[in-house]
């Protein structure tokens, strides 16, 4: 995925809504598109597609007001991984698994790449196809081409988008994803589609949009050409020995698991690490007094699909959390407010919504108008205003006396 998308993994989902769009210059914008039309012949599209295509486009400023925001804050570790991977993803992703066991099954035979990952990048990239945002693409990143920063990035994902459009792959009225370009059931950018889908179900076409077969299978190849080893591991949760040194952290500090068991780890359950010559890196999310894992290649390979180290552990969580294990990890999270399920942020607002604040409709996205309203009664309680919605919030709101 490019690196336009990744540090919104970062973020509440909605943190860039509170961006004021940027002004539209038409004449910019017209001034614009006649130098694209002028390049895109040696971009692999003809002046007849181009003009076609892009026929009665205009600018939505919003999308640079996206890319310009600053965040309002950034997600603490237990809040992202408590929305990203609750019993509501867990038991749809096994729905999933289910519904499409024989694709996957092929899938699995033909990349490496098992069933319970695959559906989990889906689960999480765009909720088993329920979320793919709803921007055109062309117009996005036309935008993107002709204002704000990055410009040379965002051009030559619109000429690709438009090579995916001349070739057919997917209809124009489909493609609709996120801000930044990424679109389908696992939100590949124009980039990445070209070098990366396949036509799994064999219909001549490459759609990532009403294909399940082969939005999965593209997702499994990209894996693989990440890296992905078949029937290892993403990792292993650890305990840290007393006095360790945090700074030998990091996913890129890579030992072996012999070294790292003389070091004085051990697994989270107190057991001995396994050893051998296979490098791992150390990662810990939330420092030295929470969950600490070592991870291996597959995790990696996580890591090269969205690159944040939280969204490659949702991934892995969620993926084990799929073939059965537990919810959470051995070591808890270090703090004394625990993050939300999506249930229960949809109760904060229905609970919010009781009270008289106007937030729309309960949807479990903590987006503007929630964490104003959640920030004025933090106010009126004395507290910080900081927005977040916690679990000790989630309990005042059901017994305010």
């Known amino acids: 995925m490019p690196p336009m998308k990744r540090p919104l993994r970062l973020l509440l989902a909605a943190s860039a809504a509170a961006a004021a769009p940027a002004v539209a210059d038409d004449a910019v ?10 390049e895109a012949p040696s971009r692999g599209v003809n002046t007849a597609a181009f003009d076609t295509l892009t ?21 603490a570790i237990w809040d992202y991984m408590a929305g990203l991977v609750d019993e509501e993803r867990v038991a749809d992703g096994q729905a999933m698994l289910r519904k ?29 196809g329920r979320n793919f945002g709803k921007r055109p693409l062309l117009q996005s990143l036309a935008t993107l081409s002709c204002f704000g920063r990055r410009q040379p990035f965002f051009r030559g994902e619109f000429f690709t988008t438009l090579q995916i459009l001349k070739l057919g792959h997917v209809a ?25 889908a396949v036509d799994f179900d064999g219909d001549g076409r490459r759609d990532l949009v009403d294909s399940v077969p082969d939005a999965l299978a593209s997702t499994a190849n990209f894996l693989a050409d990440a890296g992905w080893q078949a029937g290892r591991p993403w990792g292993i949760e650890v305990r840290l020995p007393e006095g360790f040194d945090p700074a030998q952290a990091g996913r890129r500090k890579r030992r072996t698991l012999d070294e790292w068991q003389a070091a004085g780890l051990a697994r989270a359950d107190g057991s001995p690490l396994p050893g051998g010559e ?43 959390r799929l073939r059965g294990a537990p919810a959470g990890f051995h070591t808890p999270w270090p703090t004394d407010d625990p993050g939300l399920s ?11 919504i009781a009270r008289g604040h106007d937030i729309g409709e309960p949807d479990g996205v903590l987006g503007a108008r929630t964490r104003r309203a959640i920030a004025d009664l933090q106010r009126q309680l004395g507290q910080e205003p900081d927005g977040r919605a916690g679990r000790r919030l989630l309990d005042w709101l059901r017994n305010p006396d």
């Open 29 to 38: 914008f017209a001034a614009c598109l006649t130098e694209l039309r002028g």
């Open 342 to 352: 999506r249930a229960e942020r949809r109760e904060v607002q229905q609970l919010l």
């Open 172 to 196: 124009p009225d489909r493609l609709t994803g996120s801000w930044a370009g990424a679109f389908g059931h696992t939100q590949f950018m124009p980039s990445t589609f070209m070098r990366l």
């Open 278 to 320: 296979e490098t791992a890196g150390l990662i810990l999310p939330a420092g030295p007094a929470g969950p600490a894992f070592l991870t291996l290649k597959n995790f990696d390979a996580l890591f090269g699909y969205n690159a944040a180290e939280s969204y490659a552990l949702a991934i892995a969580h969620l993926a084990d």
């Open 100 to 128: 499409w066991a024989e694709v996957l099954a092929a899938v699995e035979a033909r990349y490496g790449v098992d069933a319970a990952t695959v559906v989990a990048v889906w689960g999480v990239e765009s909720n088993y």
């Open 55 to 75: 026929q009665g486009l205009a600018p939505d400023m919003a999308v640079v007001g996206f890319l310009d925001a600053q965040p309002e804050f950034t997600t």
